[in-house]
């Protein structure tokens, strides 16, 4: 079965430090990888995709992803964080149907320490 | 207004009472979808439609009625709902339902909270 998941359901890291958060896919077939994110009573925006290519893909904001087959892994990274990233973070995978539908990970609320 | 917008953003009702949400687009897409967010839970797709027309009904009850008269407008008619219903629904526009590759914007959300 497709699948995503988002190991850590909460990080916080201090401002001006690097960022990774971790998704793990299981999808039968090459996948299509997307990470979205939320600030608080918005919703998603998206930060970055995979499709194929170069498995380095750059993203808005000044994140990237890394998309690694062999561990079936799609971490998002950031070399410096800013206050204003506390977001949460989702990782999804597709399509599952014919229709684009996206699989999507439980989420990573990312906090930022002063 | 530019993007995907929902209204309203905040929604209380009692299990009896009839509600719509709205949903309008203005990115010109001929995709849109509604998708619900509960708290410890992944997203979770619900309809699908393309050209107006429903193309993927995700097992929702019958309790949930979506509608779409137009490319750029969608709707969720909700009717007895259960406490459990109460979440964060999402509306998604793609400029296609079926190409995967498409992004899928999303609006603010409606928060529903079912009494």
């Known amino acids: 079965a497709q699948s995503v998941t988002q190991p850590d359901i909460h990080i916080t890291v201090s401002e001006g430090a690097s960022l990774e958060l971790r998704c793990n896919y299981s999808?039968?077939?090459?996948?299509?990888l997307f990470w979205y994110v939320q600030s608080p009573g918005q919703g998603l925006q998206l930060l970055l995709k995979y499709f194929s290519g170069d498995t380095l893909v750059q993203g808005i904001k000044g994140f990237e992803a890394e998309f690694k087959r062999s561990q079936s892994s799609f971490n998002l990274r950031k070399p410096s964080v800013h206050w204003s990233d506390a977001a949460e973070y989702f990782c999804?995978?597709?399509?599952?149907?014919?229709?684009?539908?996206?699989?999507f990970g439980q989420g990573t609320t990312l906090q930022v320490k002063p | 207004e530019t993007g995907v917008t929902q209204t309203p953003r905040h929604l209380v009702m009692g299990m009896t009472n009839k509600k719509s949400l709205k949903c309008e687009q203005h990115l010109g897409h001929n995709a849109m979808y509604w998708y619900k967010q509960s708290a410890k839970k992944p997203l979770e797709l619900m309809f699908v439609y393309s050209l107006e027309e429903r193309v993927e009904n995700n097992s929702v009850p019958s309790r949930f009625s979506p509608e779409c008269p137009n490319s750029s407008h969608l709707f969720l008619h909700l009717h007895t709902l259960q406490p459990e219903d109460s979440a964060l629904y999402l509306c998604a526009s793609s400029q296609a339902a079926g190409v995967h590759t498409d992004t899928q914007y999303f609006g603010p959300g409606t928060r529903l909270t079912v009494l």
């Open positions: 999804a995978v597709g399509p599952s149907s014919n229709t684009g539908k996206l699989i």
């Open positions: 999808y039968g077939a090459t996948p299509y």
